[in-house]
C-alpha cells in the first residue's frame, strides 16, 4: 500500500474498524449524521431481521429492533 492509499477514506475505514470485525459483540460504524457505513459480522448474526443496513440511519435500526423513542 503507498501512501496516497493510505489516506484514501475508504482505506482509513478499513484500518479503523479492523477490530471492530473479531469482535465479540456486536459493533457498528457510522458517520455523524447516524448513518451507518459498516457493521461487524456478529451484528448481523444478531440482527438478521435488519438485513442490509448500510447506509441505514441508526436512529430508524434502533425502531426496526422495537427500542422506544425518549
Known amino acids: 500500500m503507498n501512501i496516497e492509499e493510505l489516506f484514501n477514506r475508504q482505506n482509513i475505514l478499513d484500518i479503523s ?3 471492530f470485525r473479531n469482535a465479540i459483540t456486536a459493533a457498528f460504524y ?4 447516524l448513518h451507518i457505513l459498516k457493521v461487524n459480522n456478529n451484528f448481523k448474526d444478531f440482527f438478521p431481521i435488519l438485513g442490509n443496513v448500510s447506509n441505514a ?3 430508524d435500526v434502533l425502531k ?3 427500542v422506544d423513542e425518549v
Open 17 to 19: 474498524f479492523f477490530n
Open 57 to 59: 440511519y441508526f436512529p
Open 30 to 33: 457510522a458517520d455523524r449524521g
Open 64 to 66: 426496526q429492533l422495537g
